[in-house]
């Protein structure tokens, strides 16, 4: 099992035959993606050679599911073209738009994350690494060689820290890796995340990565709190941001005690979750609170 991606997805790439596109399609293909088409309407009915595979280009997403029944999109076009390329994508009817571009404007990210959701489509993103189901699929650029398949899932707001818990738990494994992207207006939530890894009867544990500025990660523990019966471990990155600074991502502002480390610390605390203060003390944490869990189970 495994939450929004799987080995029977079938994946299209807008933008795969860019400079980006190409070399993540490459990569998708040796982690076992079924990547299915790319679209590109000025190359339309060409094909392009991945080593073993030629993947044929169409000249919209509706072209290309009509011809491939392709469930999945990522998305690697510039941010001036991304709202026009989701909403593309939402009107063909596509399950899951993964939006890797970043540096796309907020007014544009709000226009089309309500839009797709009007139509049905889930948003992954925007400016995120995408997902993984280890094993089985890849859509984004998460590298797919640090880790294995297992049962923890993983939300987070930062793509280096995703790929450092991957790496720390990599003799466990994961069932997914989601990547929802640091911007202020995302598709899909940390509470997304956790209501489906809650319901994936394959993930065991669920280690939620956040960051300083907002308040996702205060609405989060709040679910955690009422919702979620699995076992959760955080970690929030930015415990030594000065007052008042703004951090890379657009979306970590901090005003006052609003949206600090301590104050999201202290909230998922307070609902129940093992925060880490360092990623190398987040995996310490997973690894002896599986051990209870499995005490208990066995015990």
Not at 96 to 106: N, R
């Amino acid at each position: 099992m495994a939450i929004y991606l799987t080995k029977e997805s079938k994946v299209l790439v807008q933008g795969m035959t860019g400079g980006e596109g190409m070399k993540h399609t490459r990569r998708m293909l040796a982690a076992g993606t079924d990547i299915v088409g790319g679209v590109n309407p000025r190359k339309a009915g060409a094909t392009v050679d991945f080593d073993e595979r030629a993947v044929p280009v169409f000249g919209s997403v509706a072209e290309g599911i009509q011809a491939t029944g392709a469930d999945v999109t990522v998305v690697f076009v510039p941010p001036a073209f991304a709202k026009a390329a989701v909403v593309e994508a939402a009107d063909a009817g596509i399950g899951l738009a993964v939006v890797i571009t970043e540096g796309i404007p907020v007014h544009d990210s709000v226009a089309f994350t309500a839009y797709a959701k009007r139509k049905g489509t889930r948003i992954i993103g925007p400016n995120c690494p995408g997902l993984i189901t280890p094993g089985q699929s890849d859509a984004g650029i998460i590298p797919a060689d640090i880790t294995k398949p297992g049962r923890i899932g993983l939300v987070s707001k930062s793509g280096t820290l995703t790929y450092q818990l991957m790496y720390e738990l990599r003799d466990i494994g994961f069932s997914t890796c989601v990547g929802i992207g640091g911007d202020p207006v995302v598709g899909t939530t940390h509470i997304d995340c956790l209501a489906a890894f809650q319901d994936d009867p394959d993930t065991e544990l669920i280690v939620l990565i956040g960051e300083i500025g907002g308040d996702a990660e205060e609405r989060a523990a709040a679910y955690v709190r009422d919702h979620v019966t699995k076992p959760v471990v955080g970690y929030i990155a930015g415990f030594t941001a000065p007052e008042g600074r703004t951090m890379g991502h657009a979306g970590a502002i901090v005003s006052g005690s609003t949206g600090t480390a301590q104050a999201k610390k202290e909230a998922l605390e307070a609902a129940g979750v093992r925060v880490g203060g360092t990623p190398t003390e987040t995996a310490k944490l997973v690894l002896a609170r599986l051990e209870e869990q499995r005490s208990l189970t066995h015990g």
